[in-house]
């Protein structure tokens, strides 16, 4: 079955600091993969998704960056966190075309 | 994709069957109709997708109407734990770019 893995679940960073998060997909092959974040209260926004290996699109200007190194691995990163850079970051995946998405469990991200 | 307009909030009694509208007017004639729902600081989970045909599955039905302008999520016999907000996501399902974008959703309190 397959199994997405997201860390850490929580992440306190000063400001200015960098940022790498991990999301990593088992059990399965050429999955989409996406990043969003979700402000405290508000609905979720779609930051990155990839089709493929070094294939990213951008969805919103910020911040962050994001790479897939590896088919099922797609990181999420920051040179230098900012206070509005905070939320719960959440990877998900879904088989190429179907809209069926699996998220998973979040990291929540606290600038200070 | 098109847009889809959800009602903010609404209550429901334990044990009632729950049902949640989703307008989507713009529809296009290749968009499926998708819902997930949110529990709190969870990622969302996928419930039930459909084109045109009403669609039933273990945890809720999907109606759509004829013309396929709004639909309506059902979940039969809404029980505490279903408490969450749900989102209705219409979008191309067979495209290799497969952005999954969220709106406001509807935030449902299932109460004893």
């Known amino acids: 079955s397959q199994t997405i893995h997201q860390w850490p679940a929580t992440l306190v960073q000063p400001v200015g600091s960098p940022l790498s998060l991990e999301c990593t997909v088992e059990?399965?092959?050429?999955?989409?993969l996406y990043w969003y974040r979700q402000a405290a209260g508000r609905g979720l926004q779609l930051l990155f998704y990839?089709?493929?290996?070094?294939?990213i699109s951008s969805e919103v200007p910020q911040n962050l960056s994001a790479s897939r190194p590896q088919d099922r691995q797609f990181i999420l990163s920051s040179k230098k966190l900012l206070l509005s850079d905070s939320g719960f970051y959440l990877c998900a995946w879904s088989v190429q075309a179907f809209g069926e998405a699996f998220f998973g469990q979040g990291t929540r991200l606290t600038v200070v | 994709d098109a847009k889809t307009t959800q009602p903010p909030s609404m209550d429901c009694a334990e044990g009632r069957a729950a049902n949640l509208p989703c307008n989507h007017s713009?529809?296009?004639?290749?968009?499926?109709v998708y819902w997930y729902r949110q529990i709190h600081s969870q990622g969302p989970q996928y419930i039930i997708h459909g084109l045109k045909n009403n669609e039933t599955n273990e945890m809720a039905s999907l109606i759509i109407t004829e013309d396929r302008k709004s639909s309506t999520l059902i979940l039969p016999h809404a029980t505490l734990r279903d408490t969450a907000v749900y989102y209705c996501?219409?979008?191309?399902?067979?495209?290799?770019?497969?952005?999954?974008?969220f709106g406001g959703g509807t935030r449902v309190l299932v109460k004893p």
């Open positions: 996501i219409v979008r191309v399902a067979h495209t290799a770019g497969n952005k999954l974008t």
């Open positions: 713009t529809i296009s004639g290749n968009e499926y």
């Open positions: 059990g399965t092959s050429n999955p989409n």
């Open positions: 990839s089709v493929g290996i070094g294939q």
